[in-house]
């Protein structure tokens, strides 16, 4: 049996629920979904969509690199929408955080998220 590792940052929030930042098997690491959540002050931040989704990439990007690598080393993505019509914008800040070759990658429209957030992203990465 592979053995599991829980990370853990403060750079990232903290779990608001019964699950891991991430958790690690071999070289396999699964990214639990960040939304844009301020780490220090577990609010939610203030702007538009675009400072909901740097913030959301900013607390993955923290958890990645906690786990030991960072988006280089993401190969797939998740990404969730409170209103799919946010998609372009998705597009251009993940621009920002990623070169080819892109991970592969999801893009849904959710009835909600928490605490009202417009966009949550989860990842997996390999190591």
Do not use: C, W
């Not at 071999?26 to 220090?40: R, T």
């Not at 909901?52 to 990404?79: H, P, S, T, Y």
């Not at 372009?88 to 928490?114: D, E, H, I, K, S």
């Amino acid at each position: 049996m592979a053995v599991r590792k829980a990370i853990h940052t403060d750079d990232a929030p903290g779990a608001i629920g019964t699950y891991s930042q991430a958790v690690r098997v071999g070289d396999a690491v699964y990214l639990s979904g960040q939304i844009p959540l301020d780490p220090v002050t577990m609010e939610m931040v203030p702007g538009g969509f675009e400072a909901q989704a740097i913030q959301a990439f900013e607390n993955l990007q923290a958890v990645a690199r906690a786990a030991g690598g960072g988006f280089a080393d993401v190969v797939k993505l998740n990404v969730y929408l409170a209103d799919l019509a946010d998609f372009p914008q998705v597009n251009a800040v993940m621009g920002r955080y990623f070169t080819p070759p892109y991970p592969a990658r999801a893009a849904v429209q959710v009835a909600a998220l928490p605490r009202g957030a417009a966009i949550e992203i989860d990842a997996v990465m390999h190591l």
